[in-house]
């Protein structure tokens, strides 16, 4: 019996080996593409990780619905291992046009890019350094820091204390782009202002988020705000308890401020426009390989949204407003890196 | 620095900590060595919010989420003692079955995905004891917190009281002691095995509470590895109540300050590391100071023994 079983798996092994390598063989000849119709996204993290990416997959299958004629597809690779499998089968699978997120994708995206010349492949955030190499492959990216600036300006306009205080995801560039955007935009309003970083260092807990938020506040600050995912939710749990002003990020948290209204505001990204406006771009024949892409307020991905039962006084707003005249007009330049962390 | 404000979150920090130990500490006196803690605690947590948002009662979906609870411990605890799984492999099964089913359920019970957050009526608010006054130095530690976070600390002294001298305590003391002696004594090994699952579950699913109910949220992978905080607790302790309680004191603690600094710009890599630090000393450092010790000890006792040979 033993005996058996070993032949039958050697067996297995010699015929898994061969499938392999003749699968190789053929990648390297992909049709010309004359119209998209299969599109795939990838992405890093969970699918119900993070408000944004949720939001994207609602929004993606929104466009779905309306456009019966394309297939959009939705897969997670959450191991670094998986990473170039998932993207290279769906290349084979006839994807011609994949996104991939952000810098741990960016080599797997490049090396099937390789392969198939003729498929167009994105990459949100990815960082690629020598993407000139790269016709079929474009980069585009989502710019927080003007949100984030606009967030500031209305912290800091609202803080009566001159201390605020923001929670951060983790010590990683987006996160940094962003609490770069909010100093700036505190100091646009108040040059001498205090404010208080914080790194969680996890999107999924919001009792830390909570204990962060009440930390802040114990240092005297008025305004809290938190760019962390699912621990940011802790955070504003913390501003109702202590009845501090708030800042959001991707979200608007009506259902914890039922009672004291004290969100000032949210700065929202609307990633699923972000990817939808990429997706029809290609259709339309607009690739734009080999650089970089990116969108922000104007083009009407992200905007600082300012909910209806906001506290915010109407000074505050009038800030607000002129600083997005600023950005607009192009005559802010906003840095992203942080002053201090 | 505000230290009552630090010791304040100490405590609320750990009372989570403190329910899964007490929780994972009747497991282990009976011998199951129960990993899955987290996922106890992640299911209380799940089944907790879920409850309450479908029966709009605060006080009968938490009793509904211990009872899930408790049906948990009892379905882990019947792959264990009766299909004889092994108990870490079980667990195992258990940590993934219940992040993707806490996931995949969020859709159909509250139609959105990732997080999910309660009215504000709903949750488990602080409660202000009249006899802490606020101006009192106890009472800026021990006031405003909500109904669990006093439980867990009056916990540990009642299990050890159970333990230690009851009848019960002292029939699941010798399960784990030893089983064969335990079953001859004409103990019930198997119900009391499955009685103390039930516990831990139940102890688990309080903590679930504590963790979501106060923030009235659910988000996936709320629990946040403090399973295995408590575990690392219980190991390092050796399972004793009172123990348990003051090691869970210094997790909080850490944890407490840790955010607390986190705002000041110290390396927020550093300041993971901090409760993890912190737990390895403590269990280092008596070892270190006993080894010390005896070889102290030993060299004097030696040069006593050459002191008497050259005396006589």
């Not at chain 1, 962390?228 to 800042?247: L, M, N, S």
């Not at chain 2, 806490?102 to 009249?130: N, V």
């Not at chain 2, 901090?274 to 270190?288: F, R, T, W």
């Amino acid at each position: 019996m033993k005996k058996k079983a070993f032949v039958i798996f050697v067996l297995l092994i010699l015929v898994s080996l061969v499938t392999a390598c003749t699968e190789s063989e053929n990648n390297t000849e992909s049709e010309e593409v004359e119209t998209i119709n299969k599109i795939a996204f990838v992405s890093d993290q969970p699918l119900d990780g993070s408000e944004w990416l949720v939001n994207l997959v609602d929004g993606l299958n929104e466009y779905q619905e309306e456009h019966p004629e394309l297939e959009i597809k939705m897969i997670e690779a959450t191991q670094v291992g998986e990473f170039e499998p998932k993207v290279r089968s769906l290349a084979e699978q006839g994807y011609q046009l994949i996104i991939t997120t952000y810098a741990s994708m960016a080599e797997a995206t490049l090396a099937v890019a390789e392969d198939y010349p003729n498929y167009y492949f994105g990459s949100l955030d990815g960082t690629i350094e020598n993407i000139e190499e790269y016709e079929n492959v474009s980069e585009f990216g989502l710019n927080r820091t003007e949100t984030a600036y606009l967030g500031g300006v209305a912290a800091a306009a609202m803080s009566e204390t001159g201390v605020v205080g923001i929670v951060g995801g983790m010590d990683e560039p987006i996160i940094n782009a962003i609490i770069a955007g909010w100093q700036q935009g505190l100091r646009r309003v108040n040059p001498d202002i205090t404010d208080y970083v914080s790194y969680a260092g996890t999107w999924t807990d919001p009792t830390t988020g909570k204990d962060l938020g009440l930390a802040l506040a114990d240092k005297g600050a008025d305004v809290i705000a938190a760019a962390a995912g699912g621990t940011g939710a802790g955070t504003a749990q913390a501003a109702a308890e202590r009845d501090t002003y708030f800042v959001a990020w991707d979200t608007h948290y009506d259902e914890i401020f039922t009672e004291n209204k004290v969100e000032l505001g949210s700065a929202l990204s609307f990633f699923d426009k972000l990817v939808i406006k990429f997706i029809e771009s290609t259709i339309a024949g607009n690739f734009e390989g080999g650089k970089r892409i990116e969108l922000g307020m104007k083009e009407g991905v992200c905007s600082f949204d300012i909910g209806p039962e906001s506290p915010i006084t109407e000074e505050a707003r009038a800030m607000v407003e002129e600083a997005l005249k600023d950005i607009e007009e192009g005559k802010l330049t906003i840095d992203t890196e942080p002053i201090h962390k | 620095m505000d230290i009552f404000g630090i010791l304040h979150s100490t405590i609320r920090l750990a009372s989570p900590i403190i329910l899964i130990s007490i929780g994972g500490l009747f497991s282990l006196k009976v011998d199951i060595f129960n990993l899955g803690l987290e996922a106890f605690a992640l299911m209380g947590c799940f089944s907790a919010v879920a409850a309450t948002y479908l029966t709009k009662n605060l006080l009968l979906g938490s009793t509904i989420g211990v009872v899930v609870c408790v049906i948990y411990g009892l379905i882990y605890s019947f792959f264990v003692i009766k299909m004889k799984v092994n108990a870490v492999i079980c667990a195992v099964a258990f940590i993934t079955l219940t992040s993707g089913l806490t996931r995949y359920l969020m859709q159909p019970i509250f139609g959105t995905s990732g997080k999910f957050i309660l009215d504000r009526s709903f949750a488990l608010k602080p409660i202000d004891l009249g006899i802490f006054s606020e101006n009192n130095l106890i009472g800026l530690i021990l006031n405003n917190h909500t109904i669990l976070v006093y439980v867990s600390i009056v916990l540990p002294f009642i299990t050890h009281i159970f333990l230690n001298y009851t009848k019960y305590g002292l029939y699941i003391r010798s399960i784990g002691l030893n089983q064969v002696a335990a079953n001859a004594a004409g103990i019930n090994v198997d119900l009391w095995k499955y009685l103390a699952s039930m516990a831990s579950g139940f102890f688990c699913g309080l903590a679930g509470i504590q963790l979501a109910m106060s923030m009235n949220l659910f988000n996936v992978e709320m629990t946040a590895g403090r399973g295995f905080t408590a575990l690392a607790v219980l190991i390092m302790t050796g399972a004793q109540p009172i123990p348990t309680f003051f090691a869970a004191l210094l997790f909080g603690f850490a944890d407490s300050i840790s955010n607390v600094l986190s705002s000041g710009g110290y390396q927020p890599q550093f300041l993971a590391m901090l409760p993890y630090g912190l737990a390895l000393m403590a269990v280092v450092l008596p070892k270190v100071f006993r080894l010390i010790g005896e070889k102290r000890k030993r060299k004097l006792s030696f040069i006593r023994i050459l002191n008497r040979e050259g005396g006589e």
